[in-house]
């Protein structure tokens, strides 16, 4: 008995070493752990007959259950059991591994136990949930889920997490709202931060309003402080018209290279390094006076001229001109203008750089929904239907018509203006978005305020299908609207034709509350359209390795508990990339990816988890057919020995299996997923349940 104990104490002494070097292969002996979740599993699955059937399970030599096995008790449940029992495996058989699977790796990693020892049965999501009107059958299941999760812990081997050094840099990608909060977070954080925007301009959507809801104050007021911060931000490098070309490496080590599009004028600080003293554009604007070439100002929906040398609007950051070599005729004129500043150079070509950094932010913004293809609204057929965006320049002070709302046709001041929302959002038909826009109503809500503060007997009308106040504040906001004279019709609109005389509209719909149809004549129709991603979102997610919703939205990695993160480790998400957000949820959003974005780079390194592909090198032929297909860029043919082998960068693969299952020789396979564990599970599901 003395030795027997002795021999306990010292593995009990020796049982930290066990998570951190690799033990000899012994006889497994797994613990069972099933959690009730109060009766969001034991409901509709009998917990004690579960217990005892994996008692009797080869390869089990414990088994226990307990109400919630997530908590401090439940954990020391396991822990105890590891060292009682010498477990070298565990299962707990509860909810999903996304939510759990670090508390009882830790738990198991505290009970001396390598925590890769360790595998999860969901009896939750996958069972109880869905069969809890069939208790025989989601114990039966249970049953099955224990039995498969038993057949790969008896086959588990102790791993090792790697760590990998993280760069003191981050990137930033859009410079709308969301960027440059993001951008400025990190910065105020001691962190260099390169922030890239495709624009001349930071500033994004939320420069092109007029007023934001439901405080009604300036968009550009409060906006362009913000933009002269990260302007003037000491650990912000601004790149501005500029684009990303392509990206490799991973968390920590990522080296992105940037096209610098030819602006054809030179900063001051471009000016000095030529050699040009008291050189370079300081916004004069001498040079778009004397352009002969006139174009439509995107930025005011084209509703308003720019020359081919341009900035988009007064207040813009840099205060630096661009060249629009697409419609530039390179008559010079420009160049004698800029005279002894010597700002402008037309011969300028695309620059290439290329800059190391430990994580990234996307922050690509949204474009409007196409609503010309809604045909039945008349979009781009009469010219007295616009969308919101184009209204927003209308009505804004710095817009075309100096903050006077005109009818396009004739300039004159329209007097009944219908609003029609959801025009392509909430759309099954298959041409619209089936998604809400989410922010639709309330900017509607606020465009009727204006009409009816700045034109005295003005009725805007609103024809909605539900309106969605869901923010602070905002459903007051709603009321306020209604008591000013707004008129609502709740009904989706069917048809706008145009009286070819008047040019005004008549809008068809039905009223659903009074269940009868309404012709209505109006002097203008305004589309609050949906929102879509931008078409640079989708070349951009590629390059960073991250997935997109079926919308077309960037993906994040978990909507609740990783709403920031992405599957691609260390890149993130900030605004409305992500889906419709509106102006605070955007900055909120943005706060926390530059929080989650800074984690890594101020702990200076990073932990892998030890999920990556191996190769047999013995067995390798060096065919390098894996090397194309791995979707991580994270195989490469390297010389070793006189020959070509296959080898792996860890931190870029992520498991996912895609070379080990094509490797015609089987010379690679994936940790924690082996093949001998896969076919232990598959028999144990087909064979295992036979008596």
């Not at 070819?500 to 509350?513: G, R, S």
């Not at 960073?544 to 709403?563: I, Y």
Request: aromatic fraction near 8%; charge should be negative.
């Amino acid at each position: 008995m003395a030795e027997k104990k002795a021999k306990k104490t010292t593995k009990k002494q020796e049982a930290p070493k066990m998570a951190t070097e690799k033990k000899p292969a012994a006889k497994p002996r797994v613990g069972v752990f099933i959690c009730h979740c109060g009766t969001n599993i034991a409901g509709s699955i009998d917990i004690e007959a579960l217990q005892e059937y994996a008692k009797s399970l080869p390869d089990v030599a414990f088994a226990d259950n307990y109400q919630y096995m997530c908590s401090t008790p439940g954990q020391n449940k396991v822990m105890d059991a590891i060292k009682e029992h010498d477990l070298n495996g565990v299962v707990v058989a509860a909810c999903t591994p996304r939510l759990h699977e670090p508390t009882f790796r830790t738990a198991s990693k505290e009970g001396g136990l390598n925590p890769f020892r360790f595998e999860m049965a969901n009896i939750r999501e996958q069972n109880s949930w869905v069969h809890m009107h069939d208790r025989k059958g989601a114990t039966d299941k249970a049953k099955d889920a224990v039995r498969i999760a038993v057949a790969k812990a008896a086959l588990l081997e102790d791993l090792f997490p790697k760590s990998v050094p993280v760069e003191k840099a981050a990137m930033v990608v859009g410079a709308g709202i969301a960027g440059m909060q993001a951008a400025l977070d990190l910065a105020n954080a001691g962190i260099k931060t390169y922030l890239v925007e495709k624009e001349p301009t930071i500033g994004g959507r939320m420069s092109q309003l007029d007023k934001t809801f439901p405080t009604l104050d300036c968009s550009q007021c409060i906006l362009t402080p913000k933009m002269v911060d990260v302007g003037r931000a000491e650990n912000i490098e601004l790149m501005t018209y500029s684009e990303v070309e392509n990206v490799e490496g991973y968390i920590g080590n990522f080296d992105v290279t940037i096209r610098k599009k030819a602006r054809g004028v030179l900063t001051p600080a471009e000016a000095e390094a030529k050699g040009i003293v008291g050189g370079g554009c300081n916004g004069c604007g001498d040079c778009d006076e004397v352009c002969p070439v006139i174009k439509p100002n995107t930025f005011e929906m084209g509703m308003k001229p720019r020359k081919a040398i341009y900035i988009q609007h007064p207040q813009v950051v840099p205060l630096i001109y661009t060249v629009d070599f697409d419609t530039c005729v390179k008559c010079g004129l420009c160049v004698e203008a800029c005279g002894d500043k010597k700002a402008i150079d037309l011969e300028m070509q695309d620059e290439f750089v290329t800059v190391k950094v430990g994580t990234a932010i996307l922050a690509t913004g949204y474009d409007i929904f196409e609503i010309e293809k809604k045909d039945e609204w008349g979009y781009k057929k009469y010219e007295n239907v616009i969308t919101s965006l184009e209204f927003e320049r209308l009505i804004c002070a710095s817009g075309p018509t100096g903050g006077h709302l005109v009818r396009p046709s004739d300039g004159e001041t329209p007097k009944k203006i219908a609003f029609l929302l959801c025009a392509g959002s909430r759309d099954n038909t298959g041409v619209g978005k089936p998604y809400c826009s989410r922010f639709c109503c309330m900017y509607s809500l606020k465009h009727a305020h204006q009409i009816i503060e700045k034109i005295p007997g003005a009725t805007p009308y609103l024809f909605y299908m539900d309106i969605r106040s869901f923010g602070k504040m905002y459903e007051e906001f709603y009321y306020r609207i209604q008591d000013e004279g707004a008129r609502f019709i709740r009904g989706r609109v069917a048809n706008v034709l145009e009286d070819p005389v008047t040019k005004n509209l008549k809008v068809m719909a039905d009223d659903t509350l009074l269940d009868r149809p309404m012709n209505l004549e109006v002097d203008m129709v305004v589309l609050a359209a949906a929102v879509q991603p931008t078409r640079q979102a989708d070349p951009v997610r590629k390059l960073f390795g991250v997935s997109c919703s079926q919308d077309g939205w960037l993906l994040e990695a978990h909507p609740k508990l990783n709403p920031c993160g992405t599957t691609t480790a260390g890149v993130y998400l900030a605004g409305v990339c992500q889906g419709p957000k509106d102006i605070p949820d955007t900055v909120a959003s943005a706060e926390g990816a530059a929080s989650a974005a800074s984690i890594p780079i101020h702990k200076g390194e990073v932990e892998l988890e030890p999920y990556f592909a191996q190769c047999r090198e013995e067995i390798c032929a060096g065919c390098g057919m894996c090397v194309n297909l791995c979707p991580y860029s994270a195989l490469a043919l390297v010389e070793k020995e006189g020959r070509k082998v296959m080898e792996v960068t860890e931190a870029k693969c992520k498991g996912c299996g895609t070379c080990g299952g094509f490797c015609p020789g089987g010379a690679i396979y994936m940790q924690h997923f082996t093949t001998p564990q896969i076919v232990a599970q598959i028999d144990a599901f087909l064979l295992g349940g036979e008596e």
